[in-house]
C-alpha cells in the first residue's frame, strides 16, 4: 500500500511541473485521488506556486474530464454487454428501458449528487454512459458539483498547509451525510411528484365520471 501511495505521490509532483495544465491531467486519471491532489495543490497555493482561481479551475475541469472517461466506458462498453447478456442476469429488457427513462428524466440530478458520496463519486459515471444519458447534461451537472467540492478541498489545502494530507479525512465524515441529504430530498420529491400525478388522474377521472 506504502508503495502505490509513494508512486502516485511521485506521478502528482511529476504533474506539478506542469503547472495547472497537471492539475487537470492528474484529475484526468480516475485511480489518482482527487482527495489527495486538491488537498496538495492547495498546500502549493499557499507557498504562492499557484493561485487558488487557477486551481479550482484546473481541478474542477479536470474532474469532469475522468468521470466522462468512464461515461464513454459505460456508453459504449456496458450497454452492449448488458444487451447481449442482460438476460442471463435476470435484467429484462423492459429494465433496461426503464432506468433510460429515469436518466432522461433525473440523470443529472444523480450526476450531480453521487460527487457527495464517498465511494460512489467515482462509480457513478458508469450507470450513467449505460442508460445513454445526455452527454451534455451529464458534463454540466458534474461540473456543477465538482466546482464546490474542489473549491473547498483547495481551500482547505491553503489553510493546513503542511498538513494537507487531513483534508480528505475531514471532508469525507460531513461529504456521506450530505450526499444522502440531498438524495432524500429527491426521493421526496419523486414521492411529491408521483402523488401530485395520481390525484389529479382521481379528480380527472371524477370530473369525466360526472360528466356523463
Given at each position: 500500500?506504502?508503495?502505490?501511495?509513494?508512486?502516485?505521490?511521485?506521478?502528482?509532483?511529476?504533474?506539478?511541473?506542469?503547472?495547472?495544465?497537471?492539475?487537470?491531467?492528474?484529475?484526468?486519471?480516475?485511480?489518482?485521488?482527487?482527495?489527495?491532489?486538491?488537498p496538495l495543490a492547495g498546500y502549493w497555493v499557499s507557498k504562492g506556486d499557484m493561485t487558488l482561481l487557477g486551481v479550482v479551475l484546473a481541478g474542477s475541469l479536470g474532474g469532469v474530464a475522468?468521470?466522462?472517461?468512464?461515461?464513454?466506458?459505460?456508453?459504449?462498453?456496458?450497454?452492449?454487454?448488458?444487451?447481449?447478456?442482460?438476460?442471463?442476469?435476470?435484467?429484462?429488457?423492459?429494465?433496461?428501458?426503464?432506468?433510460?427513462?429515469?436518466?432522461?428524466?433525473?440523470?443529472?440530478?444523480?450526476?450531480?449528487?453521487?460527487r457527495f458520496l464517498p465511494g460512489i463519486r467515482t462509480l457513478i459515471s458508469i450507470p450513467c454512459g449505460i442508460a445513454k444519458m445526455n452527454v451534455w447534461v451529464f458534463a454540466l451537472y458534474t461540473f456543477i458539483a465538482m466546482l464546490p467540492i474542489t473549491f473547498v478541498y483547495v481551500y482547505l489545502g491553503v489553510k493546513l498547509g503542511e498538513n494537507w494530507k487531513e483534508v480528505g479525512s475531514i471532508l469525507d465524515q460531513y461529504m456521506l451525510p450530505i450526499g444522502i441529504a440531498i438524495l432524500a430530498l429527491f426521493v421526496f420529491y419523486l414521492l411529491m411528484k408521483k402523488r401530485k400525478k395520481r390525484t389529479n388522474s382521481e379528480q380527472l377521472s371524477v370530473f369525466l365520471k360526472n360528466k356523463r
Open positions: 500500500m506504502m508503495a502505490i501511495e509513494e508512486l502516485v505521490m511521485s506521478w502528482i509532483e511529476a504533474f506539478k511541473s506542469l503547472s495547472y495544465l497537471g492539475i487537470f491531467l492528474a484529475l484526468c486519471i480516475e485511480f489518482i485521488p482527487a482527495e489527495i491532489v486538491l475522468g468521470p466522462l472517461t468512464l461515461y464513454w466506458i459505460g456508453r459504449y462498453g456496458g450497454r452492449p454487454f448488458l444487451e447481449r447478456f442482460g438476460k442471463y442476469l435476470f435484467m429484462k429488457p423492459e429494465a433496461l428501458d426503464r432506468s433510460d427513462e429515469f436518466f432522461r428524466k433525473h440523470g443529472g440530478f444523480v450526476a450531480f449528487s453521487g
